[in-house]
């Protein structure tokens, strides 16, 4: 994926991902874009929790990876952190942005979507709808859609981007539209 900056990559979310993106959530209007009219504001971990019990769904966070660092005056592979610095495995990483895709037969849906605060604006949304068409690809899917609040353009230029396009969807509150593209297999 040549259009995915060095150092992104989604993984599994895990419980230290959760706090961090109740902190992004800053106000009911972000809340209303992550989640459209799904969820109440305040955010709480509840919320989140509950989110689980949703069928097909999994949870992924976008990380930007970075060197091993060594400590002021330490060469790499020597203290007391030898045996993790040895490895290519022992990077940490910066929890940036959230996704979940929720399978449904041959379909990924993309949902509350999200990116860390001090990251927007930098060129990051792409990719991260990129690696999450990626994974959906990974796990079989043959079709993504996801859901957007109408009105909101930076999230409607990003999705249009990558090739999703409004589609019909009568079902979906007044002011959320649907958006669908295929996946291909390459």
Known sequence: MTEVPAGLLLRRSIPEDYAALLGWVRDADELLLFSGPALAWPLTQGQLDALGSIPGRTDWTLVQESAPEAAEGEEQGEGENAGEAAGAA?????????????????????????????????????????????TARALDATRATLNVVAGNERALRVYRSVGFAVVSAPELPAGVLRMERTLDRS
Request: net charge positive; charged share 20%.
């Open 90 to 134: 022992a990077r940490p990483e910066t929890a940036i942005g959230h996704v979940d895709l929720i399978r449904d037969g041959d379909n990924a849906h993309l949902a509350r979507v999200i990116l860390a605060p001090h990251v927007r604006s930098r060129g990051l949304a792409r990719p991260l709808i990129l690696l999450a068409l990626h």
